[in-house]
């Protein structure tokens, strides 16, 4: 008994000296991963924060844990811009780090930041860690976010439950904070009202209507709070409002993007009455009609009708620009201008002077629609697929297309990545319906066929 006591005791110093030199060597590697760390953020290193993250994650415990998500926030809030491909880059790459931790300590380590940590980015990461890891409540951990001060964090917690189960307890819980948030000043910012946009989208989803604001959705919900048809009303129900070929026109802060390349010149079928019992037509003047009615069925004819009919119906609180695009891009302003009565006159004049010519720079003409800042909705009207060379050869694309829309989807995803911006698109017969389906999806918008 003795001899085996013995055996253990020596075993047990042999793993000791075999440890200590390895525990050590993980000590010195976490503390270097420390200092490069705080490196990274102090010099704008987007790659070196995450080497040092993923050394501190693989050999730390909790409190290096809380040193990356704190760090990360301080790096977001004071070095990168939100939008930018370096910011999608760390984001991503935290967010799947995070994501990938089970152990019991570190999970509950992550529950603790989602709320108290200082820097809302570091709030934010851990909600989005929480899409790829199953130890980690989603649901749970989003109710709870749309209590934070943070409008971006908000945002994103409305984004993942407005794709949750239909749930009465949810949706009370997203009306709760919407009608805070819509009856105090303390919330009146751009910021916020993106997130309230976030909130009607959500609760329109969820319920299948669109109201103008949270008292309307308060009140719509305690009329039919036990009908068991809540989730499936009718899709007509509301108020009339200002459309753009049937789509709502909403937001605040809104840009219209139009087509205006040379296929736009194409009309559109169209039946034209005719007189007699023979069919034939038999009256004065019936050619210049038709030829009228033939015009006005022209692609570039009726959206430039369109969009003079919803500029000068627009709200004056609501800020707006005018953007086309064929060959090149031309703004109506540098940037979004109030709808004041002087204003909107001036941009129908500008509405009506567009002329149809040249190729589908798309690509551009959403570079330029997401340059500013201040934009929270996009309307696209287009009758084709982008190109920088030229049309259709029969029904063949353009042969830079494809590759164009792929790169779209990318830069518009990396472009509004948590700015929250709401991207409509409206097509005419032979637009590229499901690249623009796509398009819209992504972007907390929806798809209209323009016929």
Not at 26 to 37: E, H, V, Y
Not at 165 to 176: F, T
Request: charged letters at 35%; one cysteine or more; aromatic letters at 6%.
């Amino acid at each position: 008994m003795i001899e085996k006591r013995i055996s253990h005791l020596i075993l047990i110093i042999l793993l000791v000296a075999v440890m200590s030199p390895v525990a050590a060597q993980s000590r010195k590697k976490i503390r270097q991963a420390r200092s490069d760390l705080e490196e990274a953020v102090s010099k704008d290193r987007v790659g070196a924060f995450l080497d040092a993250m993923e050394v501190l994650l693989r050999l730390g415990d909790e409190d290096e844990l809380e040193l990356v998500v704190e760090s990360f926030g301080e790096f977001v809030e004071k070095r990168l811009e939100p939008g930018s491909g370096r910011y999608f880059r760390l984001f991503s790459e935290v967010a799947r780090a995070l994501g990938d931790r089970t152990d019991k300590a570190d999970l509950k380590k992550l529950h603790r930041l989602r709320v108290k940590a200082e820097r809302w980015p570091s709030r934010l990461i851990v909600l989005e860690a929480a899409t790829s890891n199953e130890k980690l409540d989603l649901k749970e951990l989003c109710l709870e976010a749309l209590s934070d001060k943070g409008p971006v964090v908000v945002q994103r917690a409305l984004h993942y439950l407005r794709n949750v189960a239909k749930d009465i307890p949810v949706v009370e819980k997203i009306l709760e904070r919407y009608l805070e948030i819509d009856s105090r000043d303390a919330y009146r910012s751009k910021d916020w009202d993106v997130a309230r946009l976030g909130f009607r989208d959500a609760l329109t989803k969820l319920l299948h209507v669109n109201l103008q604001s949270a008292l309307d959705y308060k009140n719509y919900l305690e009329v039919r709070r036990d009908s068991p048809d809540l989730f499936d009303p009718p899709p007509t129900e509301g108020l009339s409002r200002l459309t753009l070929f049937g789509a709502e026109v909403t937001g605040k802060n809104v840009v219209f993007v139009l087509d205006r390349s040379a296929s736009m010149r194409t009309t559109d079928k169209v039946k034209i009455k005719r007189f007699g019992p023979t069919g034939k037509t038999r009256r004065r003047g019936d050619k210049s009609e038709k030829e009228k009615r033939l015009n006005e069925r022209r692609r570039i004819t009726r959206a430039k009708k369109e969009l003079v009919k919803v500029v000068k119906n627009l709200p004056e609180d609501m800020t707006f620009n005018l953007i086309t695009y064929s060959s090149h891009v031309e703004e109506w302003k540098s940037k979004p201008a109030r709808a004041s009565e002087k204003n909107k006159k001036r941009a129908v004049k500008w509405v009506k002077g567009i002329e149809a010519d040249g190729v589908t720079v798309t690509d551009l003409a959403l570079d330029a629609a997401f340059s500013d800042l201040t934009v929270d909705t996009i309307y696209l009207i287009t009758d084709g697929a982008p190109t920088h060379h030229g049309g259709r050869d029969g029904k063949e694309l353009p042969r830079d297309s494809r590759k164009l829309m792929k790169r779209i989807l990318k830069s518009v995803s990396i472009s509004n990545f948590l700015r929250g911006v709401r991207v409509f698109t409206l097509g005419f017969p032979e637009a590229e319906e499901k690249f623009l389906k796509k398009l819209a999806k992504r972007n907390s918008g929806t798809y209209t066929a323009i016929r």
